[in-house]
């Protein structure tokens, strides 16, 4: 069974780095059909798409976010990370890791978040 | 970006009624369409990939349907497991973007 689990600090100091780690398990990161993604719920709000990462180590980053954040991959711990830079109280909010999947046919393939993590809530106040 | 737009943003509904939510695109996203059930502390659960194919394990009486711009999900018979927030999401084209949700209460 795969299963993915988010860990980092609850609490991060305005303009300060947010670090969170995704560790992935019953599955290889290091796989050309899938990539890994991190997405975010602000309190009471709807899902954000962060980034994604491949195993090529191509990412693709959200533009609001772009300036801010990066994503890595550590193959030999089967796992992947989030940097975010300069927070503030707007990026308070629970972060959540998802496999992604990418299946089809004849040229045309589809993309979906198919395993997430439970989530990971920080807060960032001083 | 392409902008996701879900209606309602809310329904009230009973166990045994068909709910039907509906997600339109700001540009064509042809079947780039996926549907996702988030329970308030849990993590979000993939129910429909590509517009209409069920992902492993999640019961039949949830179908999508839609392609371009429109997009439907529907749920035959609600459950009361069912009572949550579905979200749509658009893989067309980058930067991904989520619906707003819509919350399915009783």
């Known amino acids: 069974q795969v299963r993915l689990q988010e860990s980092g600090p609850g609490l991060v100091k305005p303009s300060q780095t947010l670090s969170l780690t995704c560790t992935v398990s019953?599955?290889?990161?290091?796989?050309?059909?899938?990539?890994w993604s991190w997405i975010r719920q602000h309190p009471g709000k709807g899902l954000e798409w962060i980034g994604n990462i491949y195993y090529s180590g191509n990412t693709y980053y959200s533009p609001s976010l772009r300036s801010r954040i990066s994503i890595s991959l550590d193959t030999s711990e089967n796992k992947f990370s989030l940097n975010l830079t300069s927070v503030t109280a707007a990026d308070t909010a629970i972060y959540y890791c998802?496999?992604?999947?990418?299946?089809?046919?004849?040229?045309?393939?589809?993309?979906?978040?198919?395993?997430w993590g439970k989530g990971t809530t920080v807060t960032v106040s001083s | 970006d392409v902008q996701m737009t879900q209606s309602p943003s809310s329904l009230s509904a009973s166990v045994g009624d068909r709910v039907t939510v509906t997600c339109r695109a700001s540009?064509?996203?042809?079947?780039?369409l996926n549907w996702y059930q988030h329970k308030a502390g849990e993590a979000p659960k993939l129910l429909i990939y590509?517009?209409?194919n069920l992902h492993v394990a999640v019961p039949s009486r949830f179908r999508g349907s839609g392609s371009g711009t429109d997009f439907t999900l529907t749920i035959s018979t609600l459950q009361p497991e069912d009572f949550a927030t579905y979200y749509c999401q658009q893989t067309y084209s980058s930067p991904w973007t989520f619906g707003q949700g819509t919350r399915v209460e009783i």
């Open positions: 998802a496999r992604v999947r990418r299946g089809g046919s004849r040229g045309v393939y589809y993309s979906y978040m198919d395993v």
């Open positions: 540009q064509s996203i042809s079947k780039f």
């Open positions: 019953g599955d290889s990161i290091n796989s050309e059909t899938k990539s």
């Open positions: 590509a517009t209409s």
